[in-house]
């Protein structure tokens, strides 16, 4: 009968036995050793304790960094903020003067100018508007004289000139400003080549109307828009009703609002055109 082989050296296998349990040891104690971490703040972290992370109180120079970075920090978010600010203040300010920058003033003819073309109605009174093409300003003004022409009832002949380059193209004269015009009961629209009939009633400015009564005499000039592209009541209509319906002063004026009449660009779009769509 075969018996299993004893060991021979006892001695030898106790020393192997305990190195072995040495080794496992260490490498527990390795595994177990905290480890501190320094970001985003000190921590003990120990995978073999009963508190696995611990959070270590900072030193007073590592307190002193962080309280600078947080000064820091805030002071660029504040000034970020601050510039933001500045910027929407000086926007809205440009914005503002643009749209209440009055034109230059027309100086028409006291007497009707005996170099213009257009035909006046001797009974009535006769308005002229001088329009540049393009103008997104002067959509308002076509808007208020729909209205004046309604509140007039029939007792105002009115005549809106588009003034256009020499020889400009088609789409300087078909455009959907002079369409809007030609809908009003009322109103003649002409295009102005060259600027002929502007240059007669001494107009600078898209928007200008000129007022002259049934003797041919001149009762009011200016606009009636009380801003760029400002649609409501403005001073400049009230004006004509009252000249109109014998509710006010012989004669009157206003400022105008919109583009150079004799500007051979399109206008940019002021801030009450776009609120008024």
Not at 18 to 25: I, R, S
Not at 101 to 130: C, F, K, N, Y
Request: aromatic share 6%; glycine share 8%.
């Amino acid at each position: 009968m075969l018996m299993g082989r004893r060991d021979t050296n006892p001695g030898l296998s106790r020393i192997s036995k305990t190195a072995n349990q040495q080794d496992a040891k260490s490498q527990h104690d390795n595994l177990c050793q905290p480890k501190v971490f320094t970001a985003p703040a000190r921590v003990s972290y120990n995978p073999c304790g009963p508190d696995r992370a611990v959070i270590l109180p900072r030193s007073p120079r590592q307190n002193d960094y962080a309280l600078m970075k947080l000064r820091f920090r805030a002071s660029v978010t504040g000034l970020a903020i601050c510039l933001w600010l500045a910027a929407v203040f000086v926007g809205v300010g440009w914005l503002w003067s643009y749209n209440h920058a009055a034109g230059a003033p027309a100086r028409p003819p006291a007497q009707w100018p005996e170099a213009s073309a257009i035909a006046r109605v001797p009974d009535r009174h006769t308005l002229v508007m001088l329009a540049h093409p393009k103008c997104p300003c002067t959509r308002a003004s076509i808007e208020e004289l729909s209205k004046l022409m309604t509140t007039t009832r029939g007792r105002l002949n009115a005549v809106v000139v588009f003034v256009t380059p020499n020889k400009a193209s088609s789409e300087w004269q078909q455009t959907d400003l002079r369409a809007s015009a030609a809908r009003i009961p009322g109103v003649t629209t002409i295009v102005d080549d060259g600027g002929r009939e502007a240059s007669s009633f001494g107009a600078l400015t898209s928007g200008q109307v000129v007022l002259y009564d049934a003797h041919g005499q001149l009762i009011f000039h200016g606009g009636i828009t009380s801003s760029r592209g400002h649609i409501g009541d403005n001073a400049g209509r009230n004006a004509i009703v009252g000249l109109i319906l014998g509710q006010g002063s012989r004669t009157g004026n206003s400022e105008v609002f919109g583009c150079p009449i004799f500007d051979a660009s399109e206008c940019p779009v002021p801030n009450n055109e776009q609120a008024n769509k």
